[in-house]
C-alpha cells in the first residue's frame, strides 16, 4: 500500500512526498523514492512532513498518530483490527489533531455502505442480513474492517447501534435469531478484497457487491482524504464524511 499512496501522490498536485517510513528490519531501509529516503525513524519523519498517511499494523499506527498529536498535524490511517483500548485511545489523540480512520479507502466502497445503510432502512427487519467477504490468503485479520463497517452501517439503517453479528456457524445451531447481522470471512489467493451483502426477503433478496482487482483505488481515497483533512479541525472523521455523505465528526468506525 506504500507504494500505491506514492504512486497516488504523483496524480495530487497539492501533495509531494516528504517522508517514507518502513519497519527497522525492512530490507528497503536506505533506498531512495522520489528524492526521499526510507527510513525508520518516526519522529524525525513526522517533524519533516505537515501530514501523514499510514497503512501498517495497529501498534504501528498508534505510534504514528501519537507523534503526529505532539504537533497536531492531521493523519490519516487505513489500518483494522484496532481493539477496544486502542479505539479508546484513538478517540482521546483525536481531540488534538485532525484523524481521517477508515476500514477501506475506496470511494466506491464507502458509497456501498451509503447504499447498504439506507437499503437496510427501506427494508427493516423483515429482510436478513448476510455479509460474505474474501480477501487474500496472507490477511491476519478476520472478518475484515470492511465487513465489520458494511455490517454497521446495516445496523444503523435498522437503529440497532452497533448490531448482533453472527461470525460462525456449525452444527445445530437452531433457527435464525431475528435482527442479527451474518458475517463469512473467505481467504485465498491474491484477492485484493471483495464483499457482498444480501438483504434476504420471502421470495426475494437485494445484493450489492463490491469487487477490487487492484489496490490502487485505495490509495487514490487516501490521498482525497488527506488533502480534505487538512482543512478540519481536530476530530475523528470517516471516509463518508470525506465524501460528504454524513456529515461531522465522531467516535470510531466499527471495524477500525
Not at 482543512?231 to 465524501?243: C, I, R, S, T, W
Request: negative net charge; contains cysteine.
Amino acid at each position: 500500500m506504500g507504494e500505491r499512496v506514492r504512486a497516488a501522490l504523483g496524480e495530487e498536485p497539492t501533495l509531494t512526498l516528504g517522508a517514507a517510513l518502513e519497519a527497522p528490519d525492512h530490507p528497503g531501509l536506505g533506498s531512495q523514492i522520489d528524492g526521499v529516503q526510507v527510513g525508520a525513524d518516526l519522529k524525525a519523519a513526522v517533524e519533516s512532513v505537515d501530514l501523514a498517511i499510514g497503512f501498517a499494523t495497529p501498534s504501528s499506527s498508534l505510534q504514528l498518530l501519537r507523534a503526529c498529536a505532539g504537533g497536531g498535524k492531521p493523519c490519516v490511517v487505513g489500518t483494522t483490527g484496532f481493539d477496544d483500548a486502542q479505539r479508546d485511545e484513538i478517540d482521546a489523540l483525536a481531540a488534538h489533531l485532525p484523524v481521517v480512520l477508515a476500514a477501506n479507502f475506496s470511494v466506491s466502497v464507502n458509497v456501498l455502505f451509503h447504499l447498504a445503510r439506507e437499503a437496510a432502512r427501506q427494508l427493516g427487519e423483515g429482510f436478513d442480513a448476510e455479509i460474505v467477504e474474501l480477501h487474500h490468503a496472507a490477511k491476519v485479520d478476520a472478518p475484515s474492517g470492511t465487513a465489520l463497517r458494511l455490517a454497521s452501517a446495516v445496523a444503523e439503517g435498522r437503529d440497532q447501534g452497533q448490531g448482533r453479528l453472527v461470525l460462525a456457524r456449525e452444527g445445530e445451531t437452531g433457527a435464525r435469531p431475528a435482527g442479527v447481522i451474518g458475517i463469512q470471512a473467505l481467504r485465498g489467493g491474491d484477492n485484493p478484497g471483495e464483499h457482498t451483502l444480501l438483504l434476504v426477503g420471502q421470495g426475494e433478496r437485494l445484493e450489492l457487491t463490491h469487487r477490487s482487482s487492484t489496490r490502487d483505488h485505495f490509495a487514490r481515497g487516501a490521498v482525497r482524504a488527506a488533502v480534505w483533512v487538512r482543512a478540519q479541525g481536530p476530530g475523528l472523521y470517516d471516509m463518508e464524511q470525506v465524501l460528504g455523505l454524513r456529515p461531522g465528526a465522531g467516535k470510531s468506525p466499527s471495524g477500525g
